[in-house]
């Protein structure tokens, strides 16, 4: 994600601090934030697609996906 948007996310968390965010603000900051978690999410399915469990007789096991329920 872009600093740019970062930096935003914060000045809207600052601004709702001082005053309730205008309708216009709360869509941006929920799209901001949306747009986070998703790359977030993203970021963090590529570390553990590429984590192995090494077992103690030196077997290394790539970690398996949990299935959804």
Request: charged share 50%.
């Amino acid at each position: 994600m872009e600093n740019s948007k970062l930096q935003r996310i914060n000045e809207l968390a600052r601004i709702k601090k001082e005053r309730e965010l205008t309708a216009e603000e709360t869509a941006e900051r929920d799209a901001l934030r949306k747009e986070y978690l998703d790359e977030w999410r993203k970021g963090a399915i590529e570390v553990l697609e590429n984590t192995y469990i090494q077992t103690p007789d030196g077997k290394k096991h790539k970690l398996q996906r949990k299935d959804k329920k």
